[in-house]
């Protein structure tokens, strides 16, 4: 007997409630409810959501708003999404005004688990519920439909199909509702992160670029005014054939629909969308441009390609030609141009290209925040609930700076997530009045602080090569050994290779250097933003901070059309570039990465925190398939296995007081004694059993993890002794079971032979009858069995004809029979499903050697029907008996057009209908089985093509 609870697998709907809870309990756990299509569970206060990839008949209906409406106890109902929802706004409601009225609900997972749509669904009942009840001028009226509808614009800018998932975000994101002293909604804000900018210019093998180039493609009609050639032709879309053959299609056009119709709810301009979609052209021809040269670059694209991206953009082709091929500085009043080399003019290309994307969507966030954001000012009495839909934890085959800050991220939100948890442990002490002043938990503020101190943190040593001129992803590598190595979350490889290891608290992550000093400093050159800032489109201008001076220089540049005067513009706008960029603070994309980690760290503290943890259950995203491995990465990595770790530090089983005495009495007390399920009894069977180390609260008892060994053991003797008495105790009754057994097997042998004496004796008399019917029989005339046979009448029209024509000259041929079927049978529905192809068991003209071929080697039940070559009907063949004859039976049909296999009375209106009679009726009662399984086509041929023409050759 083990420390094990009663209940069975996947009933548990708090997983907590369990005595044992482990990595193992945790896993078949999920998996049984998983099984039962329950993908909801509670492990603590958290929600486990694992993804079923397919719908949920009434999961997410109107009826379920309503359900999970001031729940009040959590585990009074099933565990929901709604259910989180709901006690977090109820929280909200119910809490004075301040931090702790705030709520914050952190959704994570790795992609494909379902964060983005569980986000949804949180935030779509938290709508539902501050709408209940509210009066018309409520500021929220109709904000959940255009948050819904806002989707399609966010998710085509910021998500892509990849190999784990086709809808994944790309970047990560906050949403903040915000409510006031009636808590009413007064508008939502949006804050993103990291958006993966490098999948414009570059995608995975396998994976596609963002949705939005795609829909563009599909939607947009006037193509010329774009400049826009074949999407195949384009470099940064045309890695993905499947991407390109559904480009047009239906479902493609539908979501182009969507994206037009948000853009029109947002409230974007005419000019604005033209300058829009421009940009997303100007950012595809960018990609058609190629270089040539051994050490200064030239452009080898056709004078086409340049004028297209030029147009699109709004500048001056020869301006931008320069700004790709050359830098200028600038010093003591003297120009210095320096000619880049082919791999840098294609590397500033790209930068071009993901700066106009990158800001493109920045300002589209800014846009949505205008029409979602709170009207007014920010009151003291205002509260808000957030949701942080952000990416899991990464480890793939090649890591680079972006998986860095993704676990970066990660590991912060760990730490975040620890705490909370511990706190749980402790309050669950509390309520049960146990001192839980010595649990400790080993957290993973180390690793936080290698990745975050200065000035010798991993961050900053990365920034400090990346603000330095001449650093190099070798120099920072380096660095990183020097000042890193000895720590224990950092390993530096064993030969001069540029990687390095972080043992993060998922696991050990192996990060590839190369590219790291670039993606951190991610900087445009001041050529191209000077070059920018003269665009005639205007959304280019605002987003590279173009101002009025720059608007009139553009215009003017466009009229003049004049090179000269166009380098000079040029200058002076990289002048006043350079100029801004020497006020702002030099800064890298890890410390703006870490700033904004800090400020949503902030955010999140000063608010009462709720957990929802997807899964994904299967790489193939198919339902009703748990592969328990990827399960169990994933759950180590969403820190669920912490949780299981942190409690075993504390007191791992906890079983109440009712389930301890009964399944340990006999440590403490006679084995016929009924001792209560009190705190005293349970303190008494620890005591006498020898255990130390437990406590004992007001319901349960609180032991640590190796306390069920030591029970167990000395249980063992009981157990021991119940078998010796069980072996005992069976053979006795194994005895008595056979005397009896033996009693019943001569009564039934003294039956058995009174019903063969009674058997022979009816035989007997019965053979006299067939004696004297057969003298009758041989008394009568030779003639009188025989009757002449006379063809059959039939009633339909058009039977009589065909009937008639088969009793010429030439006889009956196959012909007939096919004409017979095409004529009248077909339109009958002979042989046809309801789908309109042909039944499996229903063949052509062929053979009874043919058919017997087909079925010679199929088990008992297979069966066919064929078309009777030899007369208008069919003959069915059926398998009786493996390796013996195969039996055939000929089906006609009487002048009323019933069925009927020879032989039988029955009568059937239909020839399936006779089939599927016999299904669970035999043909002839000796036959052992009924028509079970049917026999199709094999091989190439099917033997029923002559049976359809052109109309109904889809019938096969």
């Not at 702790?100 to 983005?116: D, F, L, M, P, R």
């Not at 995608?203 to 596609?208: A, F, I, V, W």
């Not at 948000?262 to 990609?287: P, R, Y």
């Not at 003591?332 to 700066?355: L, N, S, T």
């Amino acid at each position: 007997m083990s420390l094990i609870s009663s209940t069975k697998v996947g009933e548990v709907e708090n997983l907590t409630t369990l005595e044992n809870l482990n990595e193992e309990t945790l896993l078949k756990e999920l998996q049984a409810r998983y099984n039962k299509d329950i993908i909801y569970t509670y492990v603590g206060e958290i929600l486990v959501a694992v993804n079923p990839f397919q719908s949920i008949n009434g999961l997410y209906s109107h009826q379920q708003n309503l359900f999970y409406n001031n729940v009040g106890d959590r585990s009074s109902k099933p565990p929901h999404v709604f259910a989180v929802a709901d006690v977090a706004f109820q929280d909200m409601l119910n809490t004075k005004p301040g931090p702790q009225a705030n709520q914050v609900c952190v959704i994570s997972g790795e992609s494909g688990a379902g964060k983005t749509e569980s986000a949804k669904l949180f935030m779509k009942h938290i709508i539902f519920l501050s709408t209940l009840g509210g009066d018309a001028s409520n500021a929220a009226h109709g904000l959940e439909e255009k948050i819904i509808q806002l989707n399609p614009l966010l998710e085509s800018w910021g998500n892509a199909q990849t190999l784990m998932n086709d809808n994944s975000s790309r970047f990560g994101k906050f949403v903040q509702l915000r409510f006031n002293e009636e808590h009413h909604i007064e508008g939502a804000l949006m804050s993103d992160y990291l958006l993966e900018k490098s999948r414009v210019v570059q995608q995975g093998e396998g994976e596609r670029n963002f949705h939005v180039f795609y829909l563009f493609f599909s939607g947009i009609q006037d193509k010329e005014k774009f400049n826009l050639s074949d999407p195949e032709e384009h470099r940064y879309i045309n890695s993905n054939d499947e991407a390109l053959s559904e480009i047009g299609n239906k479902e493609k056009l539908a979501m182009f629909k969507e994206l037009v119709d948000c853009i029109k709810l947002v409230g974007f301009t005419e000019t604005q969308v033209n300058d829009m979609w421009s940009i997303l052209a100007g950012v595809l021809h960018t990609g058609d441009i190629e270089f040539g040269g051994d050490e200064e670059a030239y452009i080898v694209s056709t004078d086409d390609v340049i004028a297209k991206t030029c147009k699109q953009l709004g500048v001056v082709n020869q301006v931008i030609v320069e700004a790709l091929t050359s830098s200028v500085n600038i010093a003591r009043g003297e120009q210095f141009v320096r000619q880049y080399k082919p791999y840098e003019a294609e590397d500033v290309r790209d930068a071009m290209a993901k700066a106009l994307y990158g800001k493109t969507f920045r300002w589209i966030v800014q846009q949505v925040n205008a029409l979602l954001g709170p009207k007014g000012k920010a009151k003291a009495s205002d509260k808000s609930i957030g949701i942080l839909d952000i990416f899991g934890f990464e480890c793939f085959d090649h890591n680079s700076f972006e998986q860095l800050l993704i676990n970066l991220a990660n590991e912060r939100l760990q730490q975040f997530f620890n705490d909370h948890i511990f706190k749980m442990e402790l309050d669950e002490y509390e309520k049960e009045g146990i001192d839980g002043s010595k649990i400790t938990y080993e957290d993973n503020a180390d690793v936080l602080e290698m990745f975050l101190g200065r000035p010798r943190g991993l961050l900053a040593l990365c920034d400090e090569e990346a603000l330095f001129p001449t650093g190099t992803d070798a120099s920072m590598v380096e660095k990183f050994h020097q000042n890193l190595d000895g720590n224990k979350g950092y390993e530096k490889p064993r030969g001069n290779e540029p990687y390095f290891s972080i043992n993060h608290y998922a696991g050990q992550v192996k990060y590839e250097a190369e590219g790291f000093i670039d993606k951190n400093r991610d900087t445009l050159p001041v050529d191209l933003i000077g070059a920018l800032r003269l665009s005639e489109n205007e959304l280019v201008r605002t987003i590279f901070n173009g101002d009025d001076d720059d608007m009139k220089a553009a215009k003017k540049g466009r009229q003049k059309k004049d090179v000269a005067d166009a380098r000079k513009n040029l200058r002076k706008s990289m002048k006043k570039a350079a100029k801004a960029q020497a006020k702002k603070k030099k800064t890298t994309v890890s410390a703006d990465f870490k700033d904004s980690l800090v400020k949503l760290m902030a955010e999140m503290s000063d608010a009462t925190p709720h957990f929802i943890r997807c899964i994904k259950p299967n790489h193939v995203k198919q339902p009703s398939i748990y592969q328990e491995d990827l399960v169990k990465k994933q759950l180590r990595y969403c820190g669920m296995l912490e949780t299981t770790r942190i409690r075993k530090e504390g007191y791992a089983y906890r079983p109440t007081f009712k389930d301890f005495v009964e399944r340990y009495k006999v440590l403490g007390f006679p084995f016929s004694a009924n001792p209560p399920a009190s705190s005293h009894a349970c303190a008494t069977i620890l005591d006498k059993a020898g255990i130390q180390g437990w406590q004992v609260g007001k319901t349960k008892v609180f032991l640590r993890y190796f306390h069920a060994d030591e029970l167990n053991e000395k249980f063992l003797p009981f157990p021991l002794a119940a078998r010796v008495f069980q072996k005992i105790s069976r053979g006795l009754i194994s005895r008595q079971q056979t005397r009896r057994l033996r009693e019943q097997a001569a009564m039934e042998q003294s039956f058995v032979n009174s019903l063969v004496k009674k058997a022979e004796s009816n035989m007997a008399d019965l053979n006299s009858i067939m004696l004297a019917l057969l003298d009758e029989d041989n008394a009568r005339p030779a003639d009188f069995f025989k009757k002449k046979e006379e063809p059959l009448e039939y009633k339909d029209p058009k039977m009589k004809k065909i009937a008639k024509k088969a009793q010429g000259k030439k006889g009956f041929t196959r012909a007939a029979s096919v004409k017979w079927f095409k004529e009248v049978e077909m339109k009958k529905g002979s042989g046809v499903s309801s789908a309109g192809k042909f039944e499996e068991w229903f063949h052509g003209v062929i053979t009874r050697k043919q058919a017997e071929d087909l079925l010679i080697t199929k088990d008992p039940g297979t069966f066919l029907v064929r078309v009777s070559e030899s007369r208008f009907g069919y003959s069915l063949s059926h398998v009786v008996v493996v390796g013996k004859r195969i039996k055939h039976y000929m089906i006609d049909q009487d002048k009323d057009g019933l069925y009927q296999v020879v032989g039988n009375r029955k009568l059937f209106p239909s020839l399936n209908e006779l089939v599927n009679f016999h299904h669970t009726h035999k043909i002839v009662s000796e036959d052992p089985v009924c028509l079970i399984e049917p026999c199709g086509q094999e091989g190439a041929h099917d033997d029923r093509v002559e049976l359809v023409d052109k109309k109904t050759r889809n019938m096969l």
